[in-house]
């Protein structure tokens, strides 16, 4: 049966309301995007912690409505990212949807400048996806980071370091693996704070295994075969102990590569495994991988303060002192720059100052080298901004586990 055809203007946008509308839009995603299993698997997800029981943020996320049908969605998830030792509150955007029948029409537009325009006045500080090519660079969104996949031989494992006994887990959705896992990562740009969805993330099913010592968690690995691969999705620990453990997972299932999924460049396991014989691959996505976009310059600058003291403090300009002027073209604000304070001050003129356009998001968040990013995006630095940009806005290497992906 054909739904009735419509305009944008008979759209009716609004939170939806978990009660009323939580069936239709569970129906709505899990024909949109089909996982292997079927629809009913797709409603189970849903259901089973990824839209109900979960971060899902109703009064955050928009749905667009004719009549009492949903035909629109756009979904925000809550979660903590960090930047260095400061953590950002995201809006992770996801199921993404127009009904089949009423697309091309403007639909999606409307209901996602809705959201975005309500999250303005929100308490988050930006918005993170994962995109389709070409899509949402309309809506101010720009690339995040590059997905970085390390890959070695079983073979390749010299460690023999099995850590005592293995134990299979039966959720991996634990308070201890997540204060083990946020305790690693505290400072990995990128990663989220755990817990991202509190029943676990039900759009990757790990298979979980913990080591202990002296009765408490010191490692773990989320795993799951892909073909000849056995693909690490989640881990923590010592970098020999995971290597022995997942050489022995690999042996056990007759796999002959491992791969790491997503690892942070600047991750313990990183550094070890680049003294290895393996291979890392970075996958660049110039659209439609992670994107990112703030919702309130001010905010996320706000947000980053601690950081960016620390980084100062750090740096041979630790005693420099001034304003720094950062523009986004949407927003402005002022850095007071004293030694060990640096304080938040509305936008004004200032003969240090770091102009441009959405790219400005990617040189806050570290996306890439700094200079990389100004020459690529036009971004026009004044005065001395050239002295501190490379100080306060490093490239942070960026990456979020594959675990936590909304
Ligand atoms: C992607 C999707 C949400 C777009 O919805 P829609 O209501 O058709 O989008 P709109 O009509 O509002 O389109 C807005 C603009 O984006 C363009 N656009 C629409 N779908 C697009 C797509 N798949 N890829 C790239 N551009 C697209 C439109 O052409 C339009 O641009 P124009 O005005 O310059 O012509 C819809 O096709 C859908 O539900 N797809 C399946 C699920 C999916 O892929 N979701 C995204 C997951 S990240």
């Given at each position: 049966m054909t739904a009735p055809r419509g305009s944008a203007r008979e759209l009716q946008i609004s939170a939806p309301d978990p009660e009323n509308d939580g069936p239709k839009l569970i129906d709505l995603l899990s024909k949109t995007f089909p996982v292997r299993a079927g629809y009913w698997q797709g409603e189970r997800i849903c259901r089973d912690?990824?839209?109900?029981?979960?971060?899902?943020?109703w009064i955050a996320s928009r749905v667009g409505k004719m009549g009492s049908e949903i035909v629109t969605h756009f979904g925000v998830w809550r979660l903590q990212i960090r930047v260095g030792r400061a953590r950002i509150l995201t809006a992770g955007i996801g199921s993404v949807a127009t009904h089949g029948h009423h697309r091309k029409r403007g639909f999606l537009r409307q209901t996602a400048n809705a959201t975005l325009d309500a999250l303005r006045g929100s308490d988050y500080d930006v918005s993170l996806l994962f995109g389709i090519p070409n899509f949402y660079e309309q809506f101010g969104y720009r690339r995040a980071w590059t997905f970085l996949n390390a890959t070695i031989e079983a073979h390749e494992i010299l460690s023999e370091a099995i850590p005592g006994k293995l134990e299979r887990c039966r959720?991996?959705?634990r308070a201890d693996l997540a204060a083990l896992y946020n305790r690693e990562n505290a400072k990995l740009t990128g990663t989220a704070v755990r817990p991202v969805f509190p029943l676990g993330n039900p759009l990757v099913e790990p298979d979980a295994y913990l080591w202990k010592q002296h009765q408490r968690v010191t490692g773990f690995v989320f795993v799951g075969a892909n073909g000849n691969t056995l693909e690490v999705r989640s881990w923590a620990g010592d970098p020999e102990a995971i290597l022995a453990v997942v050489r022995r997972l690999a042996r056990t299932r007759g796999l002959a590569t491992i791969q790491f999924r997503w690892i942070h460049y600047q991750s313990k396991l990183s550094r070890f495994l680049r003294r290895q014989n393996c291979d890392f691959k970075s996958d660049y996505r110039s659209s439609g991988g992670p994107m990112i976009r703030a919702v309130s310059l001010q905010r996320f600058v706000r947000r980053l303060l601690p950081e960016l003291e620390h980084r100062l403090k750090e740096s041979?300009?630790?005693d420099w002192c001034g304003d720094l002027l950062v523009d986004d073209s949407q927003e402005a604000v002022t850095l007071r720059i004293k030694p060990e304070k640096i304080e938040l001050l509305p936008g004004a003129r200032s003969e240090n100052s770091i102009s441009g356009g959405e790219a400005i998001v990617q040189l806050l968040f570290g996306t890439d080298h700094p200079e990389e990013t100004i020459d690529l995006n036009d971004i026009r630095l004044r005065g001395q901004a050239k002295f501190l940009v490379p100080v306060l806005f490093p490239n942070e290497y960026p990456a979020l586990s594959f675990w936590d992906r909304f």
């Open positions: 912690g990824y839209l109900l029981n979960s971060n899902y943020d959720s991996a959705a041979p300009l630790s």
